[in-house]
């Protein structure tokens, strides 16, 4: 299944253009599900899903919480987080990218990610209630 999202997300970033890594994390652990990057920046896979899942809590903690939250580092690089229902994509792109349509896209994109990851969810504790599919796809990505 973690390949299946994978592939899915370079689909996707091939479609936005200055869209360069994308990370697809659980919101209840902060886990991250899949990710893929154009180019070899896998050392901050961990270090964004981090900070999205941060962004997710903080907004929590308001009245109105996010749904969306666009981030810029100093070097101008945009870190798009999107809210799902039961997971948070995060986009990591240039900084001449057009937020507004890539905000749109990558919003219907997860989506998509999020009726997958609920049905997937739904298998998985109909054969073990206490297991979390996060945990599923860390461990097999560990295996290979």
């Given amino acids: 299944m973690q390949d ?7 689909t996707v970033m091939t479609k936005l253009i200055g869209v360069n890594q994308m990370i697809v994390s659980s919101k209840r652990s902060g886990d991250v599900i899949a990710a893929a990057s154009k180019f070899a920046r896998k050392e901050n896979i961990e270090n964004v899903a981090a900070l999205s899942s941060t962004l997710y ?3 929590q903690a308001s009245e109105k919480p996010l749904d969306s ?3 810029e580092f100093a070097t101008g690089e945009k870190l798009f ?5 039961d997971v ?14 890539s905000r749109m896209y990558l ?8 009726k997958a990851y609920k049905k997937a969810q739904v298998s998985v504790k109909a054969e073990s ?6 945990s599923i ?8």
């Fill in 88 to 101: 948070i994509l995060s986009a990591i792109s240039d900084a001449s990218v057009q937020m507004g349509i």
């Fill in 137 to 144: 796809f860390r461990s097999l990505s560990e295996g290979q």
């Fill in 81 to 85: 987080t999107i809210m799902g229902d």
């Fill in 129 to 134: 209630k206490n297991c979390e599919l996060a």
């Fill in 69 to 71: 939250s666009i981030f």
């Fill in 4 to 10: 299946v999202i994978e592939k899915h997300i370079k």
């Fill in 57 to 59: 809590q903080l907004s």
């Fill in 107 to 114: 919003k219907k994109f997860t989506d998509g990610i999020d």
